[in-house]
């Protein structure tokens, strides 16, 4: 099989297509055949040794993905011919991957392999931000820092389908409109947020989901109202920011650190039971990634890179084994990324 391998951690440039031997799944594993797999910010990071988790040299690159289970290891909970999506942590950078049943999530026959290789990291890590962590209830008010991204746009689109209001926080007119089409009520620019937050929502917002991190931080609390909470989901703008913490007093609020891969360790059941809770939503379409771009899988350098310059409107894909059925939308951003 043809798989994207990191030999080095000298950046996404640096990434080589190797053929290696099939895996085998082991126990309560099952191996798919690769239809999508998702690109992810963590990624870019990993070729650089960059990431909190590191994996030795060289390694098969690739977080999640989506396709058909083609063998089952003893006790697997999943069937030759099941539709998943998993989210292993590596290795779905190929065109077969390891799925471990604790971490893969069978796929509603209406939702399509692009779709589903583009939500187990984004969607689940906004379900544990917004549902588990934060408590969301309908009527209450979300600031969502890169919107337009893959975890941001998954951040609007689970917090609408759960009744809250959303304000959206772009840096272009391009990804304004594509968040519109989310359905975000709010869409204000990165420059001057706080004001303009201020002039929707004079006592600010009930919760502020931040995977970028960088200079706004102090901002985005002076935006949150009296016992309100900032969520700290990564930091794509590179600098991780530090917050006095007197500020936390003035109005009783709380900066959560909302660690989606550190809470799974050591609980096998807890992928299944979030997956339960927004399986609706997804079977009925509401949680459908934006998909910006689709690549090659021999192309997945250049995935990275888009990713990398910030310049993602939803969720970027390498495409392995394209369903005939699928989405006009799905086949022509693969037309045009394919040329």
Do not use: C
Not at 153 to 178: F, R, T
Not at 199 to 207: H, K, T
């Amino acid at each position: 099989m043809k798989a994207i391998h990191v030999t080095s951690l000298d950046g996404p440039d640096k990434l080589e297509v190797r053929e290696i031997d099939r895996p085998k799944p082991g126990p309560n594993e099952a191996l798919i055949e690769v239809s999508y797999a998702g690109v992810t910010f963590p990624e870019v990071l990993q070729t650089r040794g960059m990431y909190q988790v590191r994996h030795e040299l060289p390694f098969v690159l690739g977080s999640e993905a989506a396709g058909t289970v083609v063998e089952v290891g003893e006790g697997s909970k999943f069937s030759v011919g099941d539709r998943v999506a998993t989210n292993p942590g590596k290795g779905t950078f190929g065109e077969y991957a390891i799925a471990p049943d604790s971490k893969t999530v069978k796929l509603p026959d209406s939702t399509p392999f692009a779709y589903g290789a583009g939500m187990p990291m984004n969607l689940l890590t906004a379900d544990f931000s917004l549902r588990m962590r934060a408590d969301l209830q309908p009527g209450q008010t979300v600031l969502i820092h890169g919107a337009a991204g893959g975890l941001g746009s998954a951040g609007v689109q689970l917090a609408l389908a759960m009744g809250a209001e959303v304000v959206a926080v772009v840096s272009s007119d391009d990804k304004a409109e594509m968040v519109k089409g989310l359905g975000a009520q709010h869409v204000v620019k990165a420059d001057g947020f706080k004001d303009a937050v201020k002039e929707i929502y004079p006592d600010g917002v009930d919760l502020v989901f931040d995977p970028v991190g960088g200079d706004r931080f102090t901002d985005s609390i002076r935006s949150l109202k009296p016992f309100g909470q900032l969520h700290v989901l990564g930091f794509t703008a590179g600098e991780i920011p530090t917050v006095k913490v007197n500020r936390l007093l003035l109005k009783n609020v709380s900066v959560v650190g909302v660690a989606w891969g550190a809470a799974l360790q050591g609980k096998p059941e807890f992928i299944s039971e979030q997956w339960d809770a927004i399986y609706e939503h997804v079977s009925a379409g509401r949680l459908d990634p934006n998909i910006h771009a689709i690549y090659p899988l021999d192309r997945a350098s250049e995935a990275l890179a888009v990713l990398d310059e910030r310049a993602v409107l939803g969720k970027v894909l390498l495409e392995v084994k394209p369903e005939a059925d699928q989405p006009d939308s799905i086949r022509e951003n693969a037309l045009v990324s394919s040329k």
